[in-house]
């Protein structure tokens, strides 16, 4: 009767490879769970990669400044200041600098709350390379100039016609002699706003000042470069740890694996910029991964190994015919060849089955002192079949045995003989077979 160990197995080297898989996530299992929630970042459709100190979707609040957040709006990423929306083109980590556009002025010049471009002094500010364009909106319309450096539009605004302008001038007094009538007029406005437009889009206004030129300059957006931390940032990441921001001190944090430190996860802001120091922390953590992901492939081994061999044992009937099936017992009352093989299995492949099986008996031994270290599982396999030792047969019950009487039954287990893949003798569990 054929055994159908080999698809059995591949159960288990399924269950080996979803044990490597997640090892990563098990082997940092226990660091500070800040620690591991700073580690994301946030991707929103081209934009990738974002982290500090922004903070949104997978990034809690404790990741980034209060004022940061952001959200993704059909794959859109967004940031709200201030009451006013802002679509994100773009952000540069090396100069810290925020590429955004109004979403209110997204289709027309016209929006439906006429509001000031915000910003954050102590947090946001723009960069050189902003420009601001000024609009003025329910202008009358007597006494309406015909400046071409004063472009009209017309505007409808929640149901209500009126009559805007703008103009790139930021001193009007620089139009000549019609500046004072320009300044008057345009007093007589109902609202004004500015807005910041790049200096190339700028440039583009002054040399064709139309409300098409002025919606395509807006909606290339403009800058603004943060200042939070970025130095204390630098230090936490050179340590090894994560940027944050404690909201209970209204402060920097470097979250580190083990708990959160005011700027390091070094004992100072010195050592932690030493690269020696760096590549320390490093390797550590590189051991400790290694130890954690050794560990688990033992336990995953000696599991399946273990339950192999108790799949053997069940089938076969008893603990003995495993024995006996596994060497080929060149007796009458046992089976000659093991039956479990299929056509075309190769010598090679049968002895590691045969190792598998005999380090599996040993692996379920009823008595812990008879079970192998792990270590000792790696020898057992690295070395020849004839090398390893018939383990003894496990009892039922498990007798305390004095360490005198362990020591002499381990030392007198026999080996497998290197002539004919035979046994050179057995132990007193023999009659069992």
């Known amino acids: 009767m054929q055994h159908h160990l080999f698809p059995t197995m591949s159960w288990f080297i399924v269950f080996l490879t979803i044990t490597f898989v997640h090892a990563p996530s098990s082997a940092f299992a226990n660091d500070d769970e800040r620690y591991v929630s700073c580690s994301n970042s946030f991707d929103c459709g081209d934009i990738k990669g974002v982290g500090y100190p922004f903070w949104g979707s997978n990034r809690p609040d404790y990741c980034g400044y209060p004022q940061l957040k952001l959200h993704c709006s059909d794959q859109d990423l967004e940031i709200t200041i201030e009451k006013l929306t802002y679509k994100v083109l773009g952000i540069d980590n090396q100069t810290r600098t925020l590429s955004v556009a109004r979403t209110d002025y997204a289709e027309n010049i016209c929006p439906t709350l006429i509001l000031n471009t915000t910003w954050i002094p102590s947090l946001l500010n723009y960069t050189s390379d902003d420009q601001n364009i000024t609009i003025y909106y329910g202008c009358p319309t007597q006494g309406a100039p015909t400046s071409t450096a004063l472009p ?20 009007l007094s620089d139009l000549g002699s019609s500046s004072s009538n320009l300044t008057s007029y ?203 030792q018939i383990p003894p047969r496990p009892s039922l019950s498990s007798p305390r045995r004095s360490a005198q009487d362990h020591s002499s039954n381990v030392s007198s287990l026999p080996c497998v003989s290197s002539q004919g893949g035979g046994v050179n003798t057995l132990s007193a569990d023999e009659s069992d077979l």
């Not at 209204?250 to 932690?272: E, L, V």
Request: charged share 15%; proline share 4%.
């Open 152 to 171: 009209q539009f017309p505007c409808n605004i929640n149901a209500t016609e009126m009559t805007g302008y703008f103009t790139a001038f930021a001193n």
């Open 186 to 388: 345009l007093a007589s406005c109902k609202d004004s706003i500015k807005v910041p437009v790049r200096e190339s889009a700028f440039q583009q206004i002054l040399s064709a000042p139309t409300a098409a030129q002025l919606l395509g300059g807006l909606n290339q957006g403009f800058g603004l470069k943060w200042n939070a931390s970025h130095n204390f940032c630098d230090t936490c990441q050179s340590s090894g740890g994560k940027c944050g921001y404690n909201q209970s001190t209204t402060a920097f944090t470097c979250y580190c694996k083990d708990q959160p430190q005011q700027f390091s996860c070094q004992q100072s802001p010195t050592d932690a910029q030493s690269p020696t120091n760096d590549q320390s922390s490093r390797s550590t953590r590189s051991r400790g991964l290694w130890i954690a992901l050794g560990t688990l492939a033992a336990v995953a081994v000696m599991m399946t190994f273990s339950i192999i061999t108790i799949y053997l044992t069940r089938r076969e009937g008893s603990f003995g015919a495993v024995i006996a099936m596994t060497f080929r017992l060149k007796k009458s009352q046992h089976v000659g060849e093991i039956s479990t093989f299929h056509e075309g299995i190769t010598e090679e492949e049968k002895e590691i089955v045969k190792k598998m099986i005999l380090v599996g008996l040993w692996c379920i031994q009823s008595m812990p002192s008879h079970r192998p270290s792990m270590t000792k599982v790696v020898e057992m396999f690295e070395g020849s079949l004839q090398s390893l």
